[in-house]
C-alpha cells in the first residue's frame, strides 16, 4: 500500500513537472509584435507607420493610417505607389516632433489614383532620409461594416 502511495506521488509530480515546463519553453503569445488591426506597420527609424490600409469603392481609393514621429526633430517623409497608368508616383509629408499624421479617421484620407481591387495586397514606400521601408497594404472595400461609411465618402 506504502509503495502505491510513493508511486502515485511520483507520477503526480512528474507530471505537474513535465507540464509546467511547457511555459519554460514556449514563447509567451502576448510578448510577440503584430498589427492588432486590418492595417499593416512598419518603422523606419523614429517613424513609425501604424494601421496603414487602402479602402476602395471600386471607382476611387485612399490610403488610412497613421505616422508617428517619435524624435524631438521634424521628419520629412514621402509614400511612394503606383498610379492608376502603373507611373511612379508620391507624396511629400513633414511631421513636427512627437506628433502624428492620420490619413483617415476623422481627418481626411489620402485620395491615391491607383486602381485596386478589394481583397488583393498593393505596395506602398515609405522613405526619408534614413532609407525606406516597403509596406504590404490590404485593400479593403465597404463589405466589412466598420468600414461602409468611409468607403460611401470616397465618392463615385
Not at 10 to 17: D, F, K, M, P
Not at 52 to 75: D, K, W, Y
Not at 107 to 130: F, H, M, Q, R
Request: hydrophobic letters at 45%; glycine letters at 8%; aromatic letters at 8%.
Amino acid at each position: 500500500m506504502f509503495r502505491r502511495a510513493v508511486l502515485a506521488t511520483i507520477i503526480l509530480s512528474l507530471t505537474a513537472v513535465g507540464t509546467a515546463a511547457c511555459n519554460m519553453i514556449s514563447p509567451v503569445a502576448s510578448m510577440i509584435e503584430y498589427a492588432p488591426s486590418d492595417g499593416t506597420q512598419g518603422d523606419l527609424g523614429t517613424l513609425k507607420a501604424r494601421n496603414v490600409m487602402i479602402l476602395t469603392n471600386g471607382s476611387n481609393s485612399a490610403l488610412f493610417g497613421a505616422f508617428v514621429n517619435e524624435s524631438a526633430e521634424p521628419i520629412e517623409f514621402a509614400i511612394a505607389y503606383n498610379d492608376a497608368s502603373n507611373n511612379k508616383s508620391w507624396r511629400q509629408f513633414s511631421i513636427k516632433p512627437y506628433q502624428v499624421i492620420h490619413f483617415g479617421s476623422g481627418s481626411n484620407p489620402l485620395n491615391i489614383p491607383i486602381k485596386v481591387k478589394a481583397g488583393s495586397i498593393e505596395e506602398i514606400t515609405v522613405g526619408n532620409v534614413d532609407g525606406s521601408i516597403t509596406l504590404n497594404v490590404p485593400v479593403l472595400d465597404a463589405s466589412i461594416p466598420q468600414y461602409k461609411e468611409l468607403v460611401a465618402e470616397l465618392g463615385n
